[in-house]
């Protein structure tokens, strides 16, 4: 959601970049937001699952803990989510060899190819544009801005998750999808 900062190409220059990268940015999110729809809904999973189905494509394996923790969810709705993507043959469980009372998370290798399958155009497409416009020192500009914007984004939303909600959370679908871009530490 944006705060809508300007109108468009009224007021000083600086205020009308600042109207445009706000709306460029909403635009990119809504452009995200229905990619993962379609993604989700080709791969049969909700949008929160599917973000769970990111988190463990990030990294070799985890535990229910760090994946209630990532995606700001209670550890029954993270158990609840594993028990539907294990049924779908997306993840495995398996008891963490040096903690009996751990269980560590793997996505199985044919979740990896149904999602690598699905996301392998999009990579491979995009990666290519953006070589072909941008040169080197411009993409250090843009993953700094994307840095720097995405951690102001992570405070607001642990400053979000604090904050009581007005009325009940709502059930299924996307309730708290957590970071995107990398595990959070």
């Given amino acids: 959601m944006s705060s809508g900062t300007g109108s468009g190409s009224g007021g000083s220059g600086a205020e009308a970049v600042e109207a445009r990268l706000g709306a460029a940015v909403q ?16 791969m049969g999973v909700n949008e929160t699952d599917l973000r769970c189905l ?7 394996e985890t535990t229910p803990r760090e994946l209630s923790r990532q995606l700001g969810l209670t550890t029954g709705s993270v158990t609840t989510m594993l028990d539907r993507l294990e049924k779908l043959a997306y993840l495995t469980r398996t008891p ?22 699905l996301l392998g155009p999009f990579l491979d497409d995009a990666g290519g544009r953006v070589r072909a416009r941008y040169t080197a020192d411009q993409l250090e500009l843009v993953i700094d801005y994307l840095t720097f914007t995405r951690d102001v984004q992570q405070e607001h939303v642990e400053r979000l998750r604090k904050t009581p909600a007005a009325h009940p959370a709502r059930t299924g679908g996307r309730q708290s999808p957590g970071p995107r871009g990398g595990s959070a530490t």
């Avoid at 560590?104 to 999602?115: D, F, G, Q, S, W």
């Fill in 27 to 42: 635009a990119y999110q809504s452009a995200v937001d229905d990619f993962d729809r379609e993604l989700a809904r080709l």
């Fill in 54 to 60: 990111e988190i463990l494509l990030s990294v070799e």
């Fill in 96 to 117: 963490h060899p040096g903690d009996r009372r751990k269980t560590l998370i793997r996505v199985t290798p044919e979740a990896a190819r149904r999602a690598f399958g």
